[in-house]
């Protein structure tokens, strides 16, 4: 009974290096041919449909609450006049209040506490970029006196992403082609592919936007024009 059970255990023993190299062998599969590394870029243009702009005010004032209380009346008149122009609420994000105290420097003696300048900014986004010059133009006639951006983007953009990723793939096969005919070779298959992310190339930074005191004068424009949306993937082929 004792060598029977030891010759089992040894039998045992004997299979479970077999079956490991087995598995292992199954991961780490080896490439027969030559092994080439392509990068590719895949790219389109879409119109933005959406401007991202920040609108704030700032108030200054001889004490910290009086500056508080007088920037949060302007932004509530702001804000009034963003719900007026058919700005939604879900589109109206508060992205900054502040508070800071406002020091004189006389010669040879302390700083002297001289006020308070408060702040307060909503980042609003248009959903329709060429009304938004106008909308802006109301919200200086209501009280704001920083106005910062537009960022312009695309709102949806995984459809225009993917057609940038089936460039991709389609540029990286073509590419590999091109190496495997000057080489005399072929390709055989796609070992591996993985992306690197789809993203939107930024357009050149804006002139700074300045409210202006005469409303008269030509409006606010704002113009869309065209955005890059790329997508870049790393292929890995073989060739024989």
Known sequence: MTKALLAALMLGAALVPSAALAQQA???????GTRLDINAVGEVTRVPDVAIITAGVVS???TASGALQDAAGRMDKVLAALKRAGV?????????????PEYRY????????????ASNSVTVRFRDIRSSG????ALVSQG????NGPTLTVDKPETALDEA????????????????????MRVVRLIA????????????????????????????????????????????????
């Open 26 to 32: 199954t991961i780490n599969q080896t490439i027969a």
């Open 60 to 62: 200054r004032s001889p």
């Open 165 to 184: 990723r089936a460039k991709a793939v389609a540029a990286g096969r073509a590419r590999a082609e091109l190496y495997a005919r000057s080489l005399g």
């Open 193 to 240: 592919m993985s992306e690197s992310g789809g993203y939107a190339v930024p357009p050149p930074a804006p002139p700074p936007m300045y409210a202006r005191a005469e409303m008269s004068v030509p409006v606010t424009k704002i113009e869309p024009g065209e955005q890059k949306l790329q997508v870049n993937v790393a292929m890995t082929f073989e060739l024989q």
């Open 106 to 117: 006389p010669e040879n003696q302390s700083p002297q506490l001289v006020g308070y300048t």
């Open 134 to 137: 106008k909308i802006l133009d």
């Open 88 to 100: 939604e609420s879900r589109d109206i994000q508060t992205s900054n209040v502040g508070l800071n």
């Open 144 to 147: 704001a006196n920083q106005i």
